[in-house]
């Protein structure tokens, strides 16, 4: 009977599940396109096989359909594939084994879009009998509560036990939801053998059918009643304050103002309960002055949280909230709560330009002056104020410590603007003090104002008379002769605690600036003394320093300045046997002896137009000895430049190698005594050279000895040194030797006899390896080599890079005699003449002239007699050679010279009785032009030039030679003669 029981009471339960969910389901869970099973109906009874017909109720093709089939006690779902027929069709064929109740549905795939059935529930009459579920299973959580329990959330523990304490193995709970026909299951933890605990985890609302199913140790099953419940979550929603804390729900509306002092935006944040997968979330913001709404979107944040960045155009205050559209598209909304959005508020204040004052010029700052008579304006700049009510300009004066207050109006939303009224002058602290709509105090900064009327200077002349400052530069000049000194006063007005005058005065003559500190005579009266060192017109000024740190300058006047004049030292020079050298600190006195007494050269400059008659003595100090007078037999008169000089000579005896002090002092007939003029570390230095030969090195330094171990660096100092002491040898390292006027040896002149000046020796001065490089890199009218004595050799050099293009510069200048000149290269120079030789009996040999610019001159200009020339001349803009000067040897190849456009002859034979073997070829003009008469050319090749090969207009001259294929740009004639 208790097995009958217990089977009558599981039909009664699925008849009353089954009109319970009709009741729920009815008609209402049909999609509008969905498949239609008509082969069965609702409680129908079928045998163990079946078959299931049905069709699409629209004009779509099916792909796909599957029937399923839910056996209601074990919940345990299968399915069969139907058969589509003419695509609108279907019909599948169902076997079970179990009887019992089962559910039936179909669904369907076409088009890119699913379909469902309607769920049918059928009783099965047929097949295998399988024992029954005893309903032993107890869901505790559920106990004393009806069968319709209302659940509040979307995540629940169900928990249960089995009444007979039977070990259980394992337990599922089986949940239906009534509305979608889908059964899920969840697997629960058994606890103590006979107890069960599940974790459900649901995301629909509405009714739901619940029972359990659990298993023992020896595989018999057990199940539970059926529950019907209810999944109805709570939504709610919180919102928080700036600073995270929840803003109360009874603070809405009529509530609490929160205020954000965020720069450009606010933050709304907050929690939300209930919501089963909220998708989208807006934060509202009514702006009260307007009434007008904007939104923005916010965050989901996780764990139930929410956050938004609201950026509102204006401050003032915000009417705040929330809504939260939840995954079935509910939109619930959150309480209200107002804010106070505000930028950080602050106050600048303005100076009297309009410029902002800085705040850390506050009390201890900087004073601000303003020197209107009568009144002071208080200005300045509102920054994230809402309505500001109410503006207070306060200034207290230091002196009295008395404070007052002016208020006025805003100039415009930000701006204000306050004058204040007082004849109290003084240091004043002023500050601003400003209400806000929210009836919110703010104080400024502070700052010190000095309010005073305007300060000047007034100046007086020597009888301490107001110079009228229409006396400025352009005005009256006023005099003071007769003294060394003049007197600048004047009078202070309106100042305050003046801390620092300074007295300036500028010769107009020289143009030299001078400055005196003034002495205060009493609180508003100053007055210096000004000893000028030169007479002339000065221009004076005053500027005077205030306590605030104000400079305040006066006008200016002119002062002629006449004063008393004495005799004064000038200079000093020291005279050895190689230096004639002024003295300043640290001169260095070269001697080439060991033992020497040097002259000392005292100039003494006399007043104007003086005498010797002004000069009562002179005293001399020697290494800070006493000072000694020099007899007056030494001292001798002479005028230069309209100023009086006396030379005094003194011979002083001293040692070698010597670090000297020397003092000077002159006293006039007035028993004026002058400055003293003292020179410190004056070294004498004993300089032995060699007396065979001088060296010279790139590396080296003119103060050196000029040997071997210690040469010297330039070329003109050689010179200085073989002059000095007739040494004939002049040997100079290989390297690059800068002659410019920078060095100041922009000359190198050779006017001695028998000198060898040799170039490129090696490093030891041993061989010669090379040339030394003259790099010629100026622009003077200077001739940088000028050649002016005999018999002397120079050899072994290249000259570059000298550029001067007047129709007389030169290179070299040779005008001695006999002197040899071999073994150089002139290349990338830029003047008139390379080489202009006006000396006779010279011999030049081995030159290379090349890629040189001569366009208006020749690059060879002989004029003298019974030279030699052995040279080649090549690539260069210009003629080659012009020859004036007569019985001249001359053995030279000239070629490619000119170009289409500047054409370039060969020679040019001027002169007579010269003596010609050249090769001159492809040039751009003619091969030789003869001038002159008697001349020899013999052994020539005039070839490929520009024009013709020889243009004769001398007379008895004798050719002979190889002329050919000339007038290469001008058809012409291998000779022309012009000549009668």
Request: contains cysteine; hydrophobic residues 35%.
């Amino acid at each position: 009977m208790m097995i009958k029981f217990e089977k009558y009471k599981l039909l009664f339960m699925i008849i009353s599940l089954f009109f319970t969910y009709c009741s729920l389901a009815d008609g209402s869970l049909q999609n509008p396109k969905a498949l239609y099973i008509d082969s069965i109906k609702d409680g129908q009874v079928l045998d163990s096989s079946f078959s299931i017909n049905g069709y699409i109720e629209e004009e779509i093709r099916l792909s796909n359909v599957a029937v399923y089939y839910l056996y209601i006690p074990s919940s345990i779902t299968n399915y069969v594939n139907a058969t589509i027929f003419d695509g609108t069709n279907f019909s599948a064929v169902i076997s079970v084994s179990n009887p019992g109740y089962y559910q039936i549905w179909a669904n369907g795939f076409g088009e890119e879009k699913y379909f469902k059935s309607k769920i049918f529930l059928v009783k099965v009459k047929s097949g295998s009998v399988s024992a029954n579920f005893p309903e032993s299973l107890v869901i505790s959580t559920f106990t004393n509560k009806s069968d319709n329990v209302i659940i509040s959330n979307w995540v629940f523990i169900l928990d249960g036990y089995i009444e007979n304490d039977t070990p259980l193995n394992k337990a599922s709970v089986y949940i239906s939801d009534l509305a979608l026909s889908n059964t899920n299951i969840f697997s629960s933890s058994v606890i103590n053998a006979n107890k069960f605990s599940t974790i459900i985890s649901l995301s629909n609302k509405g009714y739901f059918q619940l029972w359990a199913i659990a298993e023992d140790n020896n595989g018999i099953i057990y199940r539970s009643k059926n529950y019907i419940i209810n999944i109805n979550p709570v939504l709610n929603i919180k919102l928080y304050d700036g600073n995270g804390n929840e803003i109360p729900p009874d603070h809405s509306f009529t509530g609490n103002y929160f205020t954000n002092d965020s720069k450009g935006y606010f933050i709304v944040s907050g929690s939300y309960s209930g919501f089963n997968n909220p998708k989208e979330i807006k934060v509202y913001y009514l702006y009260q002055e307007n009434n007008i709404t904007n939104y923005t979107k916010g965050e989901f944040v996780g764990n139930g949280n929410f956050s938004a960045i609201i950026k509102p155009e204006k401050y003032g205050f915000y009417t705040v909230w929330v809504e939260i559209t939840d995954f079935d598209n509910t939109i619930v909304k959150s309480y209200l709560f107002k804010i106070k959005y505000i930028q950080s508020r602050f106050i600048n204040l303005f100076d009297g330009n309009g410029n902002i004052i800085p705040p850390d010029q506050s009390f201890s700052g900087t004073y601000f002056t303003n020197f209107n008579n009568g009144y002071f304006v208080v200005s300045g700049i509102l920054s994230g104020f809402i309505s500001p009510s109410n503006i207070m300009a306060y200034y207290l004066n230091e002196n009295t410590g008395q404070i007052n207050s002016n208020t006025d109006n805003l100039i415009n939303v930000s701006n204000f603007s306050i004058e204040i009224i007082t004849n109290l002058k003084g240091i004043y602290t002023i500050w601003v003090e400003v209400i806000d709509k929210d009836n919110s105090i703010f104080k400024s900064y502070s700052y010190r104002m000095l309010f005073l009327d305007n300060r000047t200077i007034d100046l007086y002349d020597n009888n301490k008379n107001p110079i009228p400052p229409s006396h400025s530069f352009t005005g009256e000049t006023y005099t003071n002769e007769n003294n060394d000194y003049f007197i600048v006063s004047g009078k202070l007005n309106n100042f305050i605690n003046p801390k620092n005058i300074k007295i300036y005065y500028i010769n107009q003559l020289s143009g030299i600036t001078n400055v005196n500190n003034g002495e205060l005579l009493n609180p508003n009266e100053f007055a210096t003394i000004v000893k000028p060192v030169e007479r002339g017109i000065y221009n004076i000024w005053t500027e005077a320093i205030d306590f605030d740190n104000t400079k305040i300058i006066s006008y200016f006047y002119k002062l002629y300045f006449i004063p008393k004049q004495h005799p004064e030292i000038d200079k000093i020079y020291i005279i050895t046997g190689i230096t004639n050298k002024e003295l300043f600190n640290n001169t260095i006195v070269d001697t080439l002896e060991t033992n020497f007494t040097p002259n000392l050269v005292i100039l003494n400059k006399l007043p104007n137009q003086g005498t010797l008659d002004d000069i009562d003595s002179v005293y001399l100090s020697v290494n800070n000895n006493q000072f000694e007078k020099i007899p007056d037999y030494n001292y001798y008169y002479y005028i230069n430049n309209n100023i009086s000089y006396v030379i005094v000579s003194n011979s002083l005896s001293i040692t070698n190698n010597s670090q000297l002090t020397i003092s000077v002092f002159v006293i006039d007939k007035d028993k004026y005594i002058s400055k003293t003029n003292i020179y410190t570390n004056i070294q004498i230095r004993v300089k032995i050279i060699d007396k065979n030969c001088i060296y010279v090195s790139p590396n080296g330094n003119d103060t050196n000895n000029a040997t071997i171990e210690y040469p010297i660096r330039t070329f003109n100092k050689a010179l200085e040194l073989s002059k000095l002491y007739g040494i004939k040898n002049i040997k100079l390292q290989n390297g690059n030797y800068d002659v410019d006027e920078i060095n100041d040896i922009s000359n190198i002149s050779i006017n001695l006899t028998n000198i060898n000046i040799s170039g490129g020796w090696d490093n030891n001065f041993l061989s010669v390896i090379g040339k030394s490089i003259l790099n010629l890199n100026y622009n003077t009218s200077k001739t940088p080599i000028e050649i002016s004595g005999s018999k002397n050799i120079f050899q072994n050099f290249i000259i570059i890079n000298f550029k001067q293009t007047n129709n007389n510069s030169k290179i070299i200048n040779l005008n001695g005699e006999l002197n040899v000149i071999s073994n150089i290269i002139l290349t990338n120079n830029n003047c008139n003449t390379i080489i202009e030789i006006n000396g006779n009996a010279n011999f030049i040999n081995d030159f290379q002239i090349f890629n040189n610019n001569v366009l208006n001159g020749q690059c060879v200009l002989l004029n003298g007699y019974n030279n030699q020339i052995n040279c080649q001349i090549y690539k260069n803009f210009g003629n080659g050679m012009k020859i004036n000067g007569n019985n001249n040897f001359i053995n030279t190849a000239i070629s490619n010279n000119g170009n289409s456009i500047y054409l370039s002859d060969g020679i040019i034979v001027g002169g007579d009785d010269n003596n010609l073997e050249s090769k001159i070829f492809n040039n751009t003009g003619n091969g030789i032009k003869i001038l002159g008469n008697y001349n020899l050319l013999t052994n020539l090749q005039i070839i490929s030039n520009g024009y013709s090969g020889i243009i004769i207009n001398g007379g008895k001259n004798l050719i002979q030679g190889l002329i050919a294929n000339n007038g290469v740009l001008q058809p012409s004639r291998a000779i022309i003669l012009q000549s009668q």
